[in-house]
């Protein structure tokens, strides 16, 4: 079986995922749906290389494709329905008016439940339990989490485990977000097919708004298979004993200082019996083989986003864990800038005064412009300011178009500073305005948005010789993961390459003031090879690192983390902040920061 995503379809070079589980006929409902040519292609960014769900509007609704029971509701249902909460059974029941109360009203019941759950766990270990009691420890929550020094960093999740059969069901989320969402896959195991690259059973899938039109999946925009974030995770999880797929492996932090909350706190029933049955839930469906890490970030180009999951009547038990964010402002933004020289003479002499023009000229830019903003009108933002130079010689005109991006139109400079300049020449050469300002000649510069705005996407454009991106990939013992400047440290660095990333690490967290939640993107300007614009010290930290791999030479064969050795003393380091950009982590014990030039040997200031 392959992975059924989006994503794998635009990754032709990645290794594709491999699940093995029982092949079943395709559920009826599914060759019912309409085919991938009516719900549109999939689009992968030639700009920044995320991966965006390119839908098509649907003659449908999502009642009819996902039911009518949110997934929350769902689960909680279907659980309390298999888990010994039932009426005659043990534990809640609605007690006189309305008011719920705990109770074992039926001794015998419960323990008749209590063991139906433990044989209902041998069977599901043992594979011959044909679904029974398959919902006994779902558990689902859309919600926030907070971790590290003072629980100051936070992370919204999507996250589900142990789902079981006949699941059918959606979820509104990340409705504040104004110009799309990111999302990152932290772990996925749900059953897949064998033969094609589609999902005809368990699945998830998003749907979101865009200009007043619901956009739904079709079959190749749905998700199964297994993704890990460690190695070999996906090849153990039918192992009671070496299971890792779980918070406490996933989000576990150990550089908290003060307070760290623990997320696996957060949904404490996470694999705990009830009542003091066994009732764990192991997927009854194999899934081996590793996917490429990139394939686990998906972009929303739309608004109002739901989750939508489906399980089918047989193979269960698996789970999901989903990372999402806001899209900022930032990765849409094209800047317009353009001066006119004003008309008049001396400006104390006139009539009318040229600020009074001035905001004249911008509220008719204003509406001129929202025509022509390459977003369209429904989710566009056009913004405009019109002000006069010191000397009142000119009238400086600075625009702003944002918007929620259509994937299937490509937008470039020329067009849009063409576009521009026309439009500002056929309103400012009204009677209104021609006697004030010279729009004759407009000369327009364009700042599109940026096309690297992240390590990921630094790593990609820079690293293209010996070091590759992927051999950065839980590289030595400081930083281990992908890039996880918060990620915990196993040991003190092996060569000149794990020097590098634990500067990097330092730089990063120096830079964002040991908050995660303060890490945002930034432009790199890939023709100029320098960074810019908002958050510019978080690019400088990233292009730093990125020079040094360039030319590194690589270790080769892998790191075995068990082998990390510990520094003997540990010294409580300083930030040291130059040229307002630059970060590097200190020993002020024996190095000095100069605000010129950074980290330099004590007494050689």
């Known amino acids: ?201 368990d699945h998830i899938a998003f749907a979101y708004e865009k200009n007043g039109q619901m956009f739904y999946p079709g079959k190749q925009q749905r998700f199964c298979g297994c993704l890990e974030s460690m190695k070999d995770q996906c090849a153990k999880i039918r192992s009671e004993d070496l299971d890792v797929f779980n918070l406490r492996h996933i989000f576990k932090k150990t550089n908290c200082v003060k307070q760290c909350f623990n997320p696996k706190m957060h949904w404490i029933s996470r694999h705990e019996p009830v009542f003091g049955a066994s009732n764990k839930m192991k997927p009854s469906f194999s899934t081996t083989s590793r996917l490429d890490r990139k394939q686990k970030l998906i972009t929303i180009h739309g608004r109002n986003p739901y989750f ?82 010191d000397d009142e010689t000119k009238f400086i005109t600075e625009l702003e178009f944002n918007g929620i991006r259509d994937e299937n139109i490509a937008l470039d400079a020329k067009t849009i500073s063409r576009q521009v300049a026309e439009t500002a020449k056929a309103t400012l050469s009204t009677d209104q305005f021609n006697k004030h300002v010279d729009a004759s000649n407009i000369s327009v510069k364009v700042q599109s948005p940026p096309t690297v705005t992240n390590t990921e996407q630094m790593a990609e454009k820079l690293l293209t010789d010996k070091f590759t991106p992927a051999m950065a990939e839980n590289y030595g013992c400081s930083t281990p993961g992908y890039f996880d400047a918060f990620g915990p440290t196993h040991g003190k660095p092996r060569d000149a390459v794990d020097v590098a990333l634990s500067k990097w690490k330092k730089c990063v967290q120096c830079a964002s003031g040991y908050n995660k939640n303060n890490i945002a993107p930034y432009d790199y300007d890939e023709s100029e090879k320098i960074c810019r614009g908002e958050n510019r010290a978080l690019c400088e930290c990233d292009l730093a690192l990125m020079t040094h791999l360039k030319t590194a030479e690589p270790y080769k064969g892998d790191f075995d983390a068990t082998t990390c050795v510990a520094a003997e003393h540990q010294v409580m380091l300083e930030c040291c902040n130059w040229q307002q950009h630059y970060w590097a982590a200190y020993n002020p014990d024996r190095q000095d920061c100069d605000e010129l030039e950074g980290v330099k040997e004590a007494g050689s200031l």
């Open 1 to 201: 079986m392959k992975l059924c995503s989006t994503l794998l379809l635009n990754f032709a070079r990645s290794e594709k995922i491999n699940v093995h589980s029982v092949e079943k006929p395709l559920p009826k409902e599914y060759n019912e749906l309409p085919n991938d040519r009516f719900f549109g292609s999939v689009w992968q960014s030639a700009q920044n290389h995320v991966q965006g769900l390119s839908l098509a509007v649907a003659k449908t609704n999502l009642q009819k494709l996902y039911g009518d029971e949110t997934c929350e509701d769902q689960f909680r249902r279907l659980r309390h329905r298999d888990n010994c909460t039932n009426e005659n059974e043990c534990g809640h029941r609605l007690g006189t008016g309305g008011v719920s109360t705990w109770s074992k009203y039926d001794p015998e019941g419960c323990e008749r439940c209590k063991a139906k759950l433990s044989a209902a766990n041998a069977a599901t270990k043992a594979g011959t339990d044909n679904g029974e009691k398959t919902w006994r420890n779902a558990y689902i929550e859309f919600a926030r989490y907070n971790y590290g020094d003072g629980n100051r960093s936070s992370q919204d999740l999507i996250y589900f485990v142990d789902y079981g059969n006949n699941a059918n069901c959606y979820q509104k989320f990340a409705s504040e977000c104004k110009y799309g969402v990111h999302l990152n896959m932290r772990e996925m195991r749900i059953e897949a097919r064998q033969s094609t690259n589609d999902c005809p059973y």
């Open 308 to 389: 939508l999951f489906k399980s089918d009547r047989s193979l269960y038990g698996g789970e999901i864990a989903i990372e999402w964010k806001c899209m900022s402002e930032f990765h849409n933004r094209w800047s317009i800038y353009y001066d006119l020289p004003a008309l008049g003479g001396n400006p104390r002499r006139q009539s009318v005064s040229r600020t009074t023009i001035a905001n004249d000229m911008k509220q008719a830019l204003q509406k001129s412009m929202k025509l022509i903003n390459p977003y369209g009108e429904a989710d566009a933002e056009t913004k405009v300011s019109v002000r006069l130079s």
